[in-house]
């Protein structure tokens, strides 16, 4: 008699993830991070809530968890460190444009700045493996990479959210050029 392989029941983990991620990042884009809210993104990802808090137990986590999908992985390549920089900033640019990522980006940080566990979440799970990577691509040490963190991702949703657009073209060029100068 053949063996057969059980799986578990429901949906395959990773095709979850996608479906949530997905629904989480067009919830985002069509109604705001305030107006986003778990009963919303379940709906839109035709799952139910108690799903999502199984896996996600706050909109903070499962917000963490999107944007480690959608800035995995970031490219850092090139022969120079000038170079690396600036494909990584050029990444980072079209992402935080993607629907709905800017908005998820901005929202969990405001989030962090009243939740002490969401800020330890971002900063060790988000943030580190970057800056990590980073400092060992440009050989530059943690305070500095820390900065440059902060002036690109600063400077990028400080634009979406006063303009409602991602950097564009010249401004983005510019961008490039101040930080890079910080590395010469």
């Known amino acids: 008699m053949p063996v057969s392989s059980a799986s578990a029941p429901g ?25 986003a809210t778990m009963d919303r993104i379940a709906a839109a990802a035709g799952i139910a809530k108690t799903t999502i808090y199984r896996r996600w137990p706050s909109k903070g986590v499962l917000i963490a968890d999107c944007l480690l999908e959608a800035f995995r992985p970031v490219p850092l390549e090139g022969p120079t460190r000038e170079e690396i920089l600036a494909g990584a900033i050029r990444f980072l640019v079209a992402k935080i444009g993607e629907p709905g990522v800017g908005v998820a980006f901005a929202g969990v940080f405001v989030d962090a700045m009243s939740d002490p566990a969401l800020r330890e979440i971002l900063s060790t799970r988000l943030q580190d493996p970057y800056r990590i990577a980073l400092q060992e691509a440009l050989g530059e040490p943690e305070e500095r990479v820390l900065l440059i963190i902060d002036v690109l991702v ?31």
């Open 11 to 35: 949906r395959p983990r990773s095709d979850l993830h996608a479906t949530v991620f997905g629904a989480t990042l067009r919830t985002m884009h069509e109604l705001g991070y305030a107006n």
């Open 154 to 184: 600063g400077t990028l949703l400080h634009r979406m959210g006063m303009t409602g657009a991602p950097m564009g073209g010249a401004d983005v060029a510019v961008l490039t050029e101040m930080v890079l100068r910080v590395l010469r």
